[in-house]
């Protein structure tokens, strides 16, 4: 699976680095930053709760060929 | 046992997220999502900031999406639950049987007391924003009772929107309630700013009823106010008059141990707003009344059906946000009033920001943040391992460069 994210959605509410600052971080205008796009099997699961726990909806899983 | 039918009760936030958890995990049985109001589930955060300010539409606040599938009954609340034969009944008096349910009804807004009802605008609802949107539309004026963050977004919008806006605080600073006196004086500069008036250690004795469409707001002391638009934001009060029958732990919210599994009913969780979780660090109950709180127990209660052999225990930094004149503002930790506050002024990359940093014993408690979310998150990750305020003055020094103490 692979992380996308939609920069104009974000809103730096930053509960994606919160909890999983692995895959995610801000950058200096709030503005979220995929550390790592590629997500293995056994990080499915934060990953997945740092997708829902986005406000903005601009973070989300897809697999790699999409 | 085999979990093949699980009820959610409660369309919000909390709802919603934990039925997309609960597929997302891999659960293929029943799943049925009551919701007392009609609306299609949206997300409440925005009807008090963006909503109100037009920078948003209802389309955009919509909760469903593509993965998760489930039965949605909406427009029916519910009426009771029978913990014993794991049945709720609706308000049109169809039984519902579950193997697992989740309680996610939240809140509603406190009424002032002594006051007709009619003369004060409700701000809970998708209906209520986007009526309360239209009066501001009208640039009448507007009188805010309850200096809390529902009540600062609020007079935002409504400063934003032409009017002229008056908050009616009583304590003696807004926000100080949360933030306390030092960080809470930053929210007031940023509405004095802003020409917001507000008045403080004065209560509401009363709102009247003007000629027209006015009101006419009598405080305390004597004073009084004309409004075109009067707002109450003085707290809220759970959802939980539907489970008066049930013998659930009832008092301030629904009584949930450390996994937000309801005390003394089997397979009946309550998570959200509405819920009164035991938090083990502290050795206490709360209820917290925040978006974040919200999802995250959804995901950890969905884990708790699926997983009952792994069981998780909430123990989560708490967050909460404001939007105000396109300042976010963010908190995250738990403000005690006693803990030492510094305020600083930092020059990052993206500007000149504030920040609080509060601190008990050289720990950092808490940390609000003014239009700086890298700043929120580095401070939230350093809450999440305990650090020294110390540190966490090292990290944000290294984001930005030098702080200037202001307090």
């Known amino acids: ?45 934060i990953v997945r709760e740092a997708v829902r726990s986005c406000p903005a909806e601009a973070i989300w899983l897809a697999d790699d060929d999409d | ?98 193997d697992a349910l989740i309680i996610a009804t939240g809140v509603r807004a406190r009424m002032l007391p002594g006051t007709d009802e009619t003369l004060v605008s409700p701000l809970r609802e998708l209906k209520d924003a986007v009526a309360l949107r239209a009066r501001l539309a009208s640039g009448a004026p507007v009188v805010i009772i309850g200096g809390g963050f529902i009540g600062a977004e609020v007079a935002a919008a409504a400063a934003v929107a032409g009017c002229q806006v008056t908050i009616v605080e009583a304590l003696p600073a807004p926000f100080a309630r949360v933030l306390g006196p030092d960080a809470g004086a930053l929210v007031s500069e940023l509405h004095a700013a802003h020409g917001v008036r507000v008045l403080t250690n004065v209560t509401v004795a009363g709102v009247e009823k003007l000629p027209g469409d006015g009101a006419l707001v009598r405080l305390a002391d004597g004073r009084t106010l004309e409004a075109g638009t009067v707002v109450a934001g003085v707290g809220c009060v759970p959802n939980t008059e539907w489970l008066g029958d049930s013998g659930l732990p009832l008092a301030d919210g629904v009584h949930t141990d450390e996994h937000c599994a309801v005390r003394g009913a089997a397979d009946v969780y309550a998570i959200g707003d509405v819920a009164r979780w035991h938090d083990r660090a502290g050795g206490i109950t709360r209820r917290d009344e925040h978006w974040t709180n919200a999802v995250e127990q959804a995901n950890l209660v969905a884990h708790q059906i699926l997983r009952p052999d792994d069981p998780r225990h909430y123990a989560s930094v708490p967050y909460f946000w404001s939007d105000q004149y396109g300042v976010k503002i963010q908190l995250v930790g738990r403000v005690a009033l006693d803990d030492a506050v510094q305020v600083l002024r930092c020059a990052t990359p993206a500007g000149d920001r504030n920040v609080a940093l509060y601190s008990r014993d050289g720990r950092l408690t808490a940390a609000v943040t003014f239009g700086w979310p890298r700043g929120s998150v580095t401070a939230r990750q350093a809450l999440q391992r305990g650090a020294a305020v110390t540190d966490v003055l090292a990290a944000l020094t290294k984001l930005s460069g030098p702080l200037t103490r202001e307090v």
């Open chain 1, 1 to 45: 699976m692979r992380i996308h994210a939609d920069i104009a959605r974000c809103q730096g509410y930053g509960n994606c680095a919160g909890l999983d600052s692995e895959h995610f971080d801000l950058d200096d205008d709030g503005l979220v930053v995929i550390r790592r796009e590629r997500v293995t099997d056994d990080e499915d699961m």
């Open chain 2, 1 to 98: 046992m085999t979990i093949d039918h699980v009820v959610v009760v409660g369309s919000s936030v909390a709802g919603i997220r934990a039925a997309q958890a609960l597929r997302a995990d891999g659960y293929d049985g029943e799943l049925v999502v009551v919701g007392a109001e009609s609306a299609a589930p949206y997300d409440k955060p925005p009807l008090s900031k963006q909503l109100l300010t037009g920078e948003t539409t209802t389309a955009d606040i919509g909760l469903l999406r593509a993965d998760g599938e489930f039965d949605l009954r909406l427009g029916v609340a519910a009426a009771s639950l029978d913990p014993a034969s794991k049945k709720v009944v609706l308000a049109d008096g169809q039984p519902i049987a579950y």
